[in-house]
C-alpha cells in the first residue's frame, strides 16, 4: 500500500494541515513537531502526490531535462548538476535521452509527457536554427548549447567562439606554431564544433599563421573511438603538428592514447588541449589541459531562470541570452610559456579569461 497524507498525519498524531506545512517548509512549524512529522514521513515512505498536487496548484514541483546523450560525460555531469539544482530549490527532475535525433526533438517539444511537468530545460542537437519556431511553446523553457539563436525562449551557453580562441591562444603562447584539430565538423557553422573552429582560426589569423586544412580532423559524434580514429588518420598521413586542440575532453583523451600509441611524448612532442573540463581530466595520465566553459554555472541558471518563470512568466521580461565565463585549466597535457621535455610538472592552475557581465 502507498502510504497517503492521511497515514502521516495520523501516525504524526497531527492534522493534514500539519503535515502540508512541514513538507512544503513552512517556518512556524514547532521543532518538536517538525520532528514528529518527519520521522512518521520516513517510517513509512510517503513521497508527496504530484498528480493531486498539480490539480490543487497547477503545478506539478517537476521540471523536465532533455539532452541528447547521457553515455557522453558532458552531459552526465551537466544532468547531475542539474538534478542538485533542482533538488536544492525542491523541485524534482525528470530525464529525457533524445539521441540527438531532429524528428524525438520535436515531438518532445510537443510530447503529452510534458504536461507531467511545470518547465523543461532543453539542449537539442539535431535541430537547427531553421527550427526556431517550433521553440515557440506554452510552457516555460529554457534552452541550452549552440544549434538555435535568437529564439522565444531564455538560452544559457557557453562562450565557444571566445574559449576556443582563448585554448588557442594559450598553445600559441607555449611557443606551438602547429595546432592540430580534432573533432571537425564538415560544413558546420552553428552549433559546437563551427563555433570552436572559428574560435580556433581566429587566434590563427591574430597570431599571422595561415590555417592549413592538411591539420584538421574532422568526425562526427564525440567519443573517444573517434579522437583515437581521427588522430590515427593525422598520423599515418604524416601530418605535421606539435599541438592538438581537441574540441571537448573527450575527444582530445581519445587523441592522447593515440599519441601514446604512436610513441609521441604528451607534452614534449604534442601538446594538447581539450574543451569542457570533464572530472576524467583530472585523472589522465598526463593530466588534460581544458577550457572549463562554465558548466556548473549554466546548470544552475537555467534551473534559476527555469524556475522564475514558472513563478511568473512575465515577471521575467523578455528572452534572455544568458553567458557563461570561461577559464583555462591548466595542467600537465600542455603548460603556457613552456615547450618541449621541461614543460612536464605536474599543475592544475585555472586562468580566468572571461567575464561577459
Known amino acids: 500500500m502507498v502510504a497517503t497524507l492521511h497515514d502521516v498525519a495520523r501516525l504524526a498524531g497531527v492534522s493534514i494541515k500539519t503535515v502540508s506545512n512541514v513538507i512544503h517548509d513552512y517556518p512556524h512549524i514547532r521543532p518538536a ?18 498528480t493531486a498536487r498539480s490539480l490543487r496548484s497547477g503545478r506539478t514541483g517537476a521540471i523536465a531535462l532533455a539532452v ?15 538534478i542538485e539544482a533542482a533538488e536544492e530549490a525542491g523541485a524534482v527532475v525528470l530525464v529525457e535521452q533524445t539521441g540527438g535525433d531532429r524528428d524525438r526533438e520535436l515531438d518532445l517539444l510537443r510530447s503529452p509527457r510534458l504536461k507531467m511537468t511545470d518547465g523543461l530545460i532543453f539542449s537539442p542537437l539535431g535541430m537547427g536554427q531553421d527550427d526556431v519556431a517550433h ?24 562562450q565557444n567562439v571566445e574559449a576556443a580562441r582563448a585554448a588557442t591562444e594559450f598553445l600559441l603562447r607555449s611557443g606551438r606554431r602547429r595546432i592540430a584539430i580534432i573533432g571537425a565538423h564538415e560544413g558546420e557553422v552553428i552549433g559546437s564544433a563551427g563555433l570552436r573552429l572559428r574560435g580556433y582560426r581566429e587566434a590563427l589569423e591574430d597570431a599571422g599563421i595561415p590555417y592549413d586544412e592538411s591539420i584538421i580532423g574532422y568526425t562526427t559524434l564525440w567519443h573517444r573511438a573517434n579522437g583515437a ?21 573527450t575527444l582530445a ?24 573540463d570533464l572530472d576524467e581530466a583530472r585523472y589522465s595520465i ?13 546548470a544552475r541558471t537555467a534551473v534559476r531562470t527555469l524556475l522564475e518563470r514558472i513563478e511568473d512568466p512575465l515577471a521575467a521580461g523578455p528572452p534572455r541570452l544568458l553567458l557563461a565565463e570561461f577559464s583555462i585549466a591548466e595542467r ?12 612536464a610538472a605536474p ?11
Open 253 to 276: 583523451l581519445g587523441a592522447m592514447r593515440a599519441l601514446q600509441e604512436s610513441g609521441r611524448r604528451v607534452p614534449d612532442d604534442v601538446a594538447v588541449v581539450g574543451f569542457d
Open 33 to 50: 513537531t517538525r520532528d514528529r512529522v518527519e520521522r512518521a514521513i520516513a517510517e513509512l515512505g510517503y513521497t508527496p502526490n504530484l
Open 286 to 298: 598526463p593530466s588534460l589541459t581544458t577550457v572549463d566553459p562554465g558548466q556548473e554555472w549554466i
Open 229 to 249: 580514429r581521427c588522430m590515427r588518420e593525422l598520423l599515418d598521413r604524416g601530418a605535421e603538428f606539435d599541438a592538438v586542440f581537441g574540441l571537448n575532453d
Open 135 to 158: 521553440l515557440d511553446v506554452p510552457y516555460p523553457l529554457v534552452v541550452l548549447g549552440e544549434r538555435i539563436f535568437d529564439g522565444p525562449a531564455d538560452h544559457v551557453t557557453m
Open 347 to 357: 599543475r592544475d592552475a585555472r586562468t580566468a579569461i572571461s567575464d561577459p557581465a
Open 332 to 343: 600537465e597535457s600542455a603548460l603556457a610559456g613552456e615547450a618541449g621535455a621541461d614543460a
Open 68 to 82: 541528447p546523450e547521457l553515455g557522453l560525460s558532458y552531459f552526465a555531469e551537466l544532468a547531475a548538476s542539474v
